[in-house]
């Protein structure tokens, strides 16, 4: 009798835990942010055979659409020069976040050409979706990186056969370099120019884009250092700033130039503690609202030491200052990509850790506090 008693107890006790274990798995809240928005797990590693998602690329498209692309690292967490098999994946919102199609592949090389660092730019001129991305060939050129692109003229629906722009933008004394194009999102000035920024370890970080819509490319010659992965933004004053991602220092670097990238003036922003980390930065403009062109948006892991602490802060002074910001998630979180949704809501897909990529969606005024919020927000 005592023994099928235990059993009951056993059996009662191993159902609690599971349901538990259930209950959190469904809530996606990040831990001490239940007043945010409800969020999804876009990408969950170990799922449908992919060992491990990264690497966020975040943007709305012309439709209105938002794209949200990633790596698929099919059997290992590994980077290019780790890898045999790494594809570039895409998930879409019709509804600002709210819903997400099926996961579908963008580039697929096959075994021993993987595919990495996805980041988009939209050309508003021309409808265009670019996709970017950085290549190795583990059997014919093992340690050679090569430069992408693929670009789409229907939103993201289809898109054409990948270019290979390597040649176009680097030297043939780069050829055995660590180079790569910074994933995430690059941009398009106010004067209808491309911009992106292109890593090289050993020289620098350079800003590359094009001037004819992607029929051809250019690499700017000067040289932004100290910097590895980077974000560019245009400033209100037309003035170019990359912020950069800095090993060993556990803060940002911000570089500004107002001669159209010839000269740089660059100096460490001890305010933007990171502890090495590629971040998100983003002009904010909404459809609704024309008012207040300068803000600013940047989103990272603030953190001297360790991924975690993902906050997003706000500047209204072309990045001179910046907001305390609101953690989006205190707990493990790495990359991050930002986007403007079409009713000018702030979408965020990030990295949880190890665990895979998250979209967490917020307004302005919750950003804010109620402090600054869009006519339609009132």
């Not at 980077?79 to 996961?103: F, P």
């Not at 370099?177 to 350079?206: E, M």
């Not at 940002?252 to 502890?275: E, I, K, M, Q």
């Not at 190890?354 to 927000?377: H, I």
């Amino acid at each position: 009798m005592m023994t099928c008693v235990r059993r009951a107890l056993l059996a009662l006790l191993c159902f609690n835990v599971l349901t538990a274990d259930v209950s959190r798995a469904q809530d996606t809240r990040p831990s001490g942010r239940p007043d945010l928005l409800s969020s999804t797990d876009l990408f969950v590693s170990g799922a449908g055979g992919v060992h491990t998602y990264r690497i966020p690329a975040l943007i709305t498209a012309p439709n209105g659409d938002l794209l949200a692309c990633c790596d698929a690292r099919r059997a290992n967490p590994h980077d290019l020069i780790g890898s045999r098999d790494i594809d570039i994946v895409l998930r879409r919102s019709k509804d600002s976040g709210e819903t997400w199609t099926d996961i579908e592949v963008v580039c697929d090389f096959g075994d021993g050409r993987p595919a990495s660092d996805p980041s988009l730019i939209v050309d508003s001129t021309t409808g265009v979706v670019f996709c970017f991305y950085n290549v190795m060939d583990q059997d014919q050129a093992p340690g050679e990186f090569r430069l992408y692109v693929q670009r789409s003229a229907d939103s993201g629906a289809s898109w054409q056969a990948p270019i290979d722009i390597t040649d176009d933008l680097t030297p043939p004394d780069w050829k055995k370099d660590f180079k790569f194009i910074t994933s995430g999102r690059g941009i398009q000035r106010s004067n209808g120019d491309l911009l992106h920024t292109l890593v090289n370890l050993k020289r620098g970080v350079r800003l590359f884009g094009s001037r004819d819509h992607g029929e051809t490319w250019f690499l700017n010659d000067a040289a932004i250092s100290p910097g590895d992965e980077s974000k560019v933004v245009e400033l209100s004053d037309g003035a170019l700033m990359v912020n950069s991602r800095v090993n060993g220092k556990s803060v940002r670097w911000v570089h500004r130039s107002h001669d159209n990238g010839r000269t740089w003036a660059s100096a460490a922003d001890p305010r933007l503690v990171d502890p090495a980390c590629n971040a998100s930065l983003l002009r904010y403009r909404s459809r609704s609202d024309g008012r207040k062109p300068e803000r600013l948006l940047f989103c990272n892991a603030n953190s001297p030491r360790g991924r975690k602490n993902l906050t997003l802060r706000i500047s209204y002074d072309d990045g001179q200052t910046w907001s305390d910001g609101k953690v989006i998630d205190p707990g493990p979180a790495a990359y991050s990509s930002m986007t403007v949704c079409p009713d000018g809501g702030i979408g965020v897909l990030y990295e949880r850790g190890a665990q895979g990529l998250r979209f967490v969606r917020l307004t302005l005024s919750e950003l804010t506090d109620r402090a600054d919020r869009l006519d339609d927000d009132r």
